[in-house]
């Protein structure tokens, strides 16, 4: 017994039936796009509504209308007031305390931000910093409480050290000579 040969999947279906448009009849027309230029069918625009306005000299350019003039400490051109150099300075040596000498970096630190956070208020908008200022004070703070943490944990090995071998000396038996 042979099985019959196997069928193509894209040989059209047996009696010309199918997809597709019915024979002798064309395909249904959904109109043609219309020539470049020619009227789209959407109409004339509603009431109000006028042309374009014309091509010509673009707007004149200056301040905008209604805004005031700026703020006070901003530039001419809205740049922002410089930076004190002592909050600069300060947070230079709030940065240097973690790496050079911790505690007495961490204390210039917060002298040079106290003085420059007066300077900074007493100007009026004309010195920027306030950010580098708060940045100084809470890295030496940090600094300062590291530090006190060192020393605490110091003073606690060499009280056990300390304990240690204080009681190893009265165990052993002492040398006669």
């Not at 010509?56 to 301040?63: I, N």
């Not at 917060?110 to 910093?129: E, F, K, Q, Y």
């Amino acid at each position: 017994m042979t099985s019959p040969p196997p069928q193509d999947p894209f040989a059209p279906p047996p009696g010309g039936q199918g997809g597709g448009d019915p024979p002798g009849q064309a395909p249904p027309s959904y109109g043609g796009q219309p020539a470049y230029g020619a009227a789209s069918g959407y109409g004339a625009p509603p009431a109000g509504y006028g042309p374009p306005p014309p091509y010509g000299q673009p707007p004149a350019y200056g301040p905008a209308a209604g805004y005031g003039p700026p703020q006070p400490g901003w530039g001419p051109q809205g740049t922002p007031p410089p930076n004190d150099t002592k909050a600069v300075w300060a947070l230079v040596m709030a940065i240097g305390s973690y790496v050079l000498i911790p505690f007495v970096l961490a204390l210039v630190a917060l002298v040079l931000a106290s003085m420059s956070s007066r300077d900074i208020r007493a100007s009026d908008g004309r010195l920027g910093g306030g950010g580098l200022v708060t940045a100084a004070k809470v890295l030496s703070w940090i600094n300062i409480a590291l530090c006190l943490l060192a020393v605490v944990f110091v003073l606690l090995v060499l009280g056990v050290l300390a304990s240690v071998f204080g009681t190893m000396g009265e165990l052993q038996p002492p040398l006669e000579s």
